[in-house]
């Protein structure tokens, strides 16, 4: 098979534009390096294309298209700073599944770290659900697949407006858990339910007003005063003590 | 006062070497960069030297010693990628309080974003005492700084032998318990009591077997098979699980 070494070729200029969150959402594809996310997504089945350094042996039992490039074109479609020897090109698969118990929703979330890291927890702790606000950071970004270490490949992702998310769950028997300092009970003393969700907002203003007044309760975790806990902790502590 | 404008000029090279643990360890210093960071300094009463760009008012209430700065002055000084106006070099402050009733111990944690998370969730749930094994990432490094969000300054942190001090823990009535998958009960059935700590461990290999074997019980949490949960998030779910 041929490599490609030219930084001007086609394809590789093709492929860097997958940097861009415009190229991914028209494309429907996004980039995925390293070996261990490339073993979650070809297990998903979500690989389309496989790019591997020229030198590097292809390790996966994959039948699909492959490309080899040099190392210099490697670091050119590379989003890492350090050096990786493979980069798979995945499809975005939508996979609205309505059989659920719990789920996750995201009011404006802005770091890709702590997005990935609330979807990582969802997967481990059985929310296999997450819905998005449009306005929350972008779910194919580099560092936000990352995060994940793979668990973005097996939950359900949604992008929706949240208000109209809520009602529907309601009147599908959702009890729907917004988080909040104000007018909210303590997490301790929520009944525990089958079905349900919980909301977590922004890193600096929360779940917006509009969203907390439609819930079905809102909560808080008791800790000290003038104190804050980071989002993906205050979710992951609500998911465990949630739990039945 | 006089505002320095030359990068050459030994107080700012200085300034700069505080860049380095070495030098940290050795001076017994370190910066805090942001008027937040700053303000939670001045309050902990450990700020030595306020370095505000020249065109910055001091909005602060500080009477001790300040210096000017050009611009690019600052940029040297900070180590941040983002242009800051405002540097404390604060002072390391042992504080080794004898008296609480919990505490985190942290096994060769290498990453500063979760080793400052667990700070900052160990102060809001009141486990004021951390204890660091001498391997773990630098406490006075930046971004772990910028993740306590100033709980660095209210907390209580010792580096020592982590045998040795779990020996002398469990002699004084804490129970120990120390997070791993194997030879551990389910934190939901662990029983509360008053003085106790948790410890985690390394972001890929946990808590090691040298430090398990002399616990006084080792918990897990429960998730799904094959999956995993970042350290910082199984600290959190331990913190507030453990809560009598």
Redesign the interface.
């Known amino acids: 098979m041929e490599t490609i070494k030219s930084l001007q070729n086609e394809k590789v200029k093709n492929l860097v534009k997958l940097h861009s969150k415009k190229h991914r959402n028209c494309t429907k594809q996004f980039l995925v390096e390293g070996e261990h996310l490339i073993k979650e997504a070809l297990y998903a089945n979500c690989v389309s294309l496989l790019i591997l350094q020229e030198d590097t042996i292809n390790i996966f039992d994959y039948a699909g298209k492959m490309m080899y490039v040099s190392q210099d074109v490697m670091n050119k479609i590379s989003q890492n700073v350090s050096e990786v020897k493979m980069i798979a090109v995945c499809e975005m698969i939508e996979n609205n599944s309505e059989e659920f118990d719990r789920f996750i929703m995201l009011d404006n979330l802005q770091d890709p ?1 702590n997005v990935g ?1 609330i979807i ?2 969802a ?4 929310y296999p659900k997450i819905y998005l606000s449009k306005n929350c950071v972008d779910v194919y970004n580099d560092k936000l697949i990352r ?1 994940t ?1 793979g ?1 973005i490949f097996k939950v359900d992702i949604e992008i929706c407006d949240l208000k109209d998310k809520i009602i529907e769950l309601k009147e599908n028997n959702y009890q729907v858990f917004g988080t909040s300092l104000k007018n909210a009970m303590p997490l301790k003393q929520i009944i525990r339910v089958d079905k349900y969700g919980i909301i977590l907002g922004n890193e600096g203003s929360g779940v917006s007003n509009e969203v907390l007044d439609i819930t079905s309760q809102n909560i808080f ?1 008791e ?2 005063n003038f ?4 989002v ?2 205050a979710a ?2 609500c998911m ?2 949630l739990i039945k």
């Open positions: 770290g890291t990582r927890t997967l481990s702790f059985n995060s270490q668990a975790i800790i000290n104190e804050s806990l980071n993906a902790v992951s502590i465990y003590g």
